[in-house]
């Protein structure tokens, strides 16, 4: 089962990380926005209808928890919300307080993101 038709957000401050993950994103079906920004992101959820934002919590500019509150507010609630860090407590717990679905830390092994976005439920 692919991610055929789903419209998958990915935020992270890393080139290579945010390419990586956008091309497996593609490679499974979904299509892909990406961006750097924390503000960026947050234009883009208020703009668009994402089924699924991938979101790292250390951006350069917004606080995961923040970000996360605002991608839920604009999509009052439709969109799932997975949250990747390098960091573990406290920013797992604000992230999941904030409304993330789950929350990976990093080195996150790609398959456990894959199987948890194709759950029931959240693939199209």
Known sequence: M????????????????????????????A???ATGSGREAAELARDGSFDVV????????????VLIRQILAAS????RVIAVTGYGEPFV????????????TKPVEWTRVLD??????LAA
């Open 2 to 29: 692919g991610l055929d038709g789903l419209r998958i957000l990915v935020i992270e401050d890393a080139p290579d990380i945010r390419d990586v993950f956008s091309m497996l994103l593609r490679a499974e079906g």
């Open 31 to 33: 299509e892909v926005v």
């Open 54 to 65: 991938l979101s790292d919590l250390g951006l350069p500019d917004i606080p995961g928890d």
């Open 76 to 79: 009052r609630g439709r969109t």
């Open 93 to 104: 717990t604000r992230a999941r307080q904030a409304g993330a679905d789950v929350v990976f």
């Open 116 to 121: 948890y976005i194709k759950r029931p439920g």
